[in-house]
């Protein structure tokens, strides 16, 4: 017999135990980065500062600007798709300056179901207050300052 004879088995066996490794570490060494570089490039926008462009400030001259510019676009076209359909379309100049007349969003404090719903959860808080031994709170005066906490979110 001869000693380097080798079975068609054997000869599997040996390539397949010296290529997995070199396969193994060629793959890590070569596609490792591939996964964290999916999704980047010139073109990639990772963050908002990225976009470069800023909205203007809502209460600022360009805010209002840009509120009525967008505004008069949504009216003019939704005179046009009146007058597509054969109806009277708006006048949008008249609506524009409606619109722009009222109090954007109006109070908090003016919705009924939401003071409402504010005195329940008042009332639920000064349960657990009782609970633990606590004061109760003053239920209007803590409707109020939640209103007035909801209303300063937006801004």
Do not use: C, H, W
């Amino acid at each position: 017999m001869d000693l380097l004879a080798l079975t068609n088995g054997e000869v599997i066996i040996l390539v397949v135990v010296t290529a997995v490794p070199i396969a193994a570490l060629a793959f890590a060494m070569g596609a490792g980065n591939a996964l964290g570089q999916i999704g980047k490039g010139p073109f990639a926008v990772e963050y908002e500062s990225d976009l470069g462009q800023k909205s203007p400030e809502p209460d600022g001259a360009a805010g209002r600007q840009a509120r009525e510019d967008e505004i008069r676009q949504l009216l003019e076209a939704k005179a046009y798709r009146q007058s597509a359909r054969g109806q009277e379309p708006l006048d949008v100049e008249e609506e524009l300056g409606r619109l722009l007349a009222e109090r954007p969003g109006g109070s908090l404090g003016d919705d009924a179901e939401l003071r409402e719903e504010v005195r329940q959860l008042v009332e639920a808080r000064n349960a657990r207050r009782a609970r633990k031994g606590k004061e109760p709170l003053d239920v209007e005066t803590e409707i109020e300052r939640q209103l007035r906490e909801l209303e300063s979110l937006g801004q």
